[in-house]
């Protein structure tokens, strides 16, 4: 069974940071991909960042592109999301996601990872 605990949410002024962290509870499979996805109230949950682990490769939303960094530290089994340059816009719940399979052509559509997790809050105002 795998669990993703992310932390790091809270809240921030317009062009802040932040820096969200997932911890991954067991690495049972030797590659997969790691999704960072946000919901505010009343919209669909939107892929922000993903990144395979298997070559590092990583995605990241144009929403988001330029401000939003996502990372991997493999020896301590976390997942970052790296946050500057906050907006208002960017104010909702942030859950930290797994799929037992790459990213390419499915790293957008939360219906397509296998694993979540609880969610933080992210508040910029």
């Known amino acids: 069974q795998v669990q993703l605990v992310e932390s790091g949410g809270g809240s921030v002024q317009p062009g802040g940071s932040l820096r969200l962290s997932c911890e991954i509870s067991?690495?049972?499979?030797?590659?997969?991909?790691m999704g960072w996805f946000r919901q505010a109230p009343g919209k669909e949950r939107a892929a922000v960042a993903a990144?395979?682990?298997?070559?590092?490769?990583?995605y990241v939303a144009d929403s988001v592109k330029g401000r939003f960094a996502i990372s991997e530290d493999k020896d301590k089994n976390v997942l970052y999301l790296q946050m500057n340059s906050l907006k208002p816009e960017d104010s909702a719940m942030y859950y930290c996601?797994?799929?037992?399979?790459?990213?390419?052509?499915?790293?957008?559509?939360?219906?397509?990872?296998?694993?979540w997790g609880q969610g933080t809050q992210v508040t910029v105002s």
């Open positions: 996601a797994a799929r037992v399979r790459g990213c390419n052509g499915h790293w957008r559509s939360a219906i397509d990872f296998d694993y």
């Open positions: 067991l690495y049972i499979y030797s590659s997969y991909c």
């Open positions: 990144h395979y682990t298997g070559t590092a490769t990583t």
